[in-house]
């Protein structure tokens, strides 16, 4: 059996009971930590809480060579955890797929997602949001503008767009690093993003939520990781009323 766990947002009591039971009754854990983190825990304290190893899969492991994973879940009980909710801006159906074929029984025990924290931190509403998109960090001869080409699409529909923010092996990208690629990228099209919204540390017991231009948000102290932007469409009255309220717009 092959059970997916969504740890929530921020540290080890956002995972559900029904996740910590699965948890405690797995042969194996794996954890994925390259498409999300939990900024308010640790390695040795998740092995702590959880009584056994976890075992850190990196992309390559669940993508390209999953084979450890499904060959133990053949077998026994494998629990394999990500940040926020396993199937929500991740690849993961894929390696559930894979179990599938070989006959391996699966199931998701959901966690909250930062897809659904944010309508709740900034108040724009679930259903006007279009296509996401993610700004990596540009490398040699690499400054990819699909991230701003998503924005201007969903703009033009009047749909609003989350921005997720690259993770790498030891570097989180902010909000202001993410505004001065975006603002470059808008520059070079000729166009202006005028609304910001930057979120910090969903799920924490003190995110950060801040509406604003730019500038604003360049400057804004957003403190430590994990940082998320969302582009605003137009502004429904009580959007508008929620960022006044809660992300000194
Ligand atoms: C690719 S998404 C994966 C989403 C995850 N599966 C979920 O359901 O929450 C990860 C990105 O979302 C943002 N993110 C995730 N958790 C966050 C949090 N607690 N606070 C702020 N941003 C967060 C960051 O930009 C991060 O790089």
Redo the contacts with the bound molecule.
């Keep these: 059996m092959l059970t997916f766990v969504?740890l929530?947002?921020?540290d080890l009591d956002d995972v559900s009971l029904k996740g910590m039971h699965a948890i405690e009754e797995a042969d194996h854990v794996y954890l994925e930590s390259y498409?999300?983190?939990?900024?308010g825990t640790d390695l040795a304290a998740m092995e702590k809480r959880y009584g056994k190893p976890v075992h850190i899969l990196k992309r390559e492991d669940v993508e390209q060579h999953p084979e450890s994973v499904l060959a133990a879940a053949k077998t026994g009980n494998v629990v394999f955890l990500?940040?926020?909710?396993?199937?929500?801006?991740?690849t993961h159906s894929d390696i559930r797929i894979r179990a599938a074929e070989q006959g391996i029984s699966t199931r998701i025990v959901h966690?909250?997602?930062?897809?659904?924290?944010?309508c709740g931190l900034c108040g724009l509403q679930n259903y006007r949001f279009g296509k996401s998109c993610?700004v990596p960090y540009p490398a040699k001869n690499w400054f990819p503008k699909t991230p701003f080409e998503t924005i201007k699409a969903n703009q033009k529909a009047d749909l609003h767009t989350?921005?997720?923010?690259?993770?790498q092996e030891n570097r989180?990208?902010s909000i202001s690093e993410a505004v001065e690629i975006l603002e470059k990228l808008s520059a070079e099209d000729g166009t202006r993003i005028h609304l910001y919204v930057g979120?910090?540390?969903?799920?924490?017991p003190e995110?950060v939520v801040i509406a604003g231009s730019a500038e604003k948000m360049v400057k804004a102290d957003f403190g430590s990781?994990?940082?998320?932007?969302v582009i605003p469409a137009q502004l429904h009255p009580v959007e508008e009323e929620y960022l006044r309220t809660f992300a000194d717009l």
């Design positions: 969504g929530g947002l921020y498409t999300s983190r939990l900024m990500t940040g926020g909710d396993p199937m929500v801006s991740t966690g909250a997602s930062i897809a659904s924290a944010v993610s989350i921005v997720f923010l690259d993770i989180y990208m979120i910090a540390r969903a799920g924490s995110p990781p994990l940082h998320i932007l």
